[in-house]
């Protein structure tokens, strides 16, 4: 078993910036893959950001390519999330997964654990 534990959510202004951390405890000694999921209110689950677990490879959304960067240490088994010039469209709680892989996954199904998730909130 996996647990992941984000952080790093908050109230920013639209255009300011935030990072977020999902820290992972348990049988982390194998190699993960990564990922970075939000919800909306309303809205379906939709995917961020995917991370191989050599962190040479990374993939975004559409939706946030150029605004935010994933990125992780394994030696602290710690993912990150940084995201800046955000906008009130990226509120949202923002769940990481894990996967055990050694590839890059877009697909939220695909994993096979999750976090509690932690709120963004963008304001205009």
């Known amino acids: 078993q996996v647990q992941l534990v984000e952080s790093g959510g908050g109230l920013v202004q639209a255009g300011g910036s935030l990072r977020l951390s999902c820290a992972a405890s348990?049988?982390?000694?194998?190699?993960?893959?990564m990922g970075w999921f939000r919800q909306a209110p309303g809205k379906e689950r939709e995917f961020v950001a995917a991370?191989?677990?050599?962190?040479?490879?990374?993939y975004y959304a559409d939706s946030v390519k150029g605004r935010f960067t994933i990125s992780r240490d394994n030696a602290k088994n710690t993912v990150y999330l940084q995201m800046n010039s955000l906008k009130p469209e990226d509120t949202a709680v923002y769940y990481c997964?894990?996967?055990?892989?050694?590839?890059?996954?877009?697909?939220?199904?695909?994993?096979?654990?999750w976090g509690q998730g932690t709120q963004v909130t963008v304001s205009s």
């Open positions: 997964a894990a996967k055990r892989s050694t590839g890059l996954i877009r697909v939220g199904t695909m994993y096979d654990y």
């Open positions: 348990g049988r982390t000694g194998s190699s993960y893959a």
């Open positions: 991370i191989r677990w050599t962190g040479g490879s990374s």
